[in-house]
């Protein structure tokens, strides 16, 4: 969890504007790499009875090292240095990581960001002004949406969803590995394009494609996928052609967007606070969906696949109309995005709030 919250934050604050979302989406493909080896290596340890359990938890370890020693390899970063007093480190990194020394409009912008961060005393608590609410707003539906996809049902579930179109052994497997592999490919496809086309393109394009992906397999299932029948050889290949081609749209989209929209739209004040309430949420709808599904499939069939379009459509419609564009905006000025937007200008007020004591 502490990693979940702790590396899209830092990649935003080290990362260039211009490069920010791609160097953010690094973590996904990292993620997504690590899911797809992990269940190769489990594939291939299954077999190496009896102790083949042993050697698959084993080789987590390597991974676990070099994270550590990485971890203990970076340095802070600027925003970091500076909040806590070190303003002459906290320059000399940015200098580093930007390779030019004309880095003093960046720094200026570090040092008043630094300055309102350290008059917050409870960012938990300030997270909650009406002057935040468009940052908690996604906060908490970004993470939502992303679980609501269905794309962790189709992941966690795989073998059990291939299976029950009739599927071998196997061939779930084998299904589950596909899928696997397309999720960490596809994030290439966003690596590449997030800085060039913005965030709100990929969000809607790959919503509109996950939608159509959802219906074609309820409709599929629904005419083709009887009590007690097994598709076709035909349509099972199909059906697993079009999931791919919803995890191919997740892994280019929501994915790795539904970490890296989070971690560059808080203010420093709250920035950790934010992060963290994105986390709990993706945690909180992965534990539900996770407990749901199966009891879901019994009941709705086919139609799990229309509950998860339905939800696509919401929110897909939802970055339509609320969430500004945030390409190329440097992270301490997201903030005036806000307050250009149609909706949040009506909400946020003009002017910081100040309490009795004259706190922001």
Known sequence: MLIMKAVPLYL????????????????????????FTANMVNYGTQKLEPWGWRLSLGLAAIPATLMTVGGCL?????????????????????????????????FEDMLDASELANSIKHPFR???????????????????????TGINSILFYAPVLFQSMGFGGNASLYSSAVTGAV??????????AVDRLGRRVLLISGGIQMIICQVIVAIILGVKFGDNQELSKGYSILVVVVI?????????????LGWTVPSEIFPLEIRSAGQSITVAVNLLFTFIIAQ?????LCHFKFGIFLFFASWITV???????????????????????????????RIIPEYPEVDDNHNV
């Open 12 to 35: 935003s604050e080290m990362a260039p504007t211009h490069l920010r979302g791609a160097l953010n989406m690094m973590f996904q493909l990292a993620t997504t790499l690590g899911i």
């Open 74 to 106: 970076l340095p802070e970063t600027p925003n970091s240095l500076i909040e806590m007093g070190s303003k002459e480190r906290g320059r000399k990194v940015l200098e580093r990581i930007r390779g030019t020394d004309k880095v003093d409009a960046e």
């Open 126 to 148: 300030n997270i909650l002004k009406k002057r935040n609410r468009p940052q908690l707003v996604m906060a908490i539906c970004m993470p939502t949406f992303q679980i609501l």
């Open 183 to 192: 999720l960490a490919g596809s994030t290439f496809i966003s690596i590449a």
């Open 244 to 256: 791919c081609l919803f995890v191919l749209a997740f892994g280019w989209s929501w994915g790795p």
């Open 292 to 296: 749901c599904f199966l009891a879901m």
């Open 315 to 345: 929110m897909t419609v939802f970055v339509y109309f609320f969430l500004p564009e945030t390409k190329g905006v440097p992270i301490e000025e997201i903030i005036f995005l806000w307050r250009k937007h149609w909706f949040w200008k």
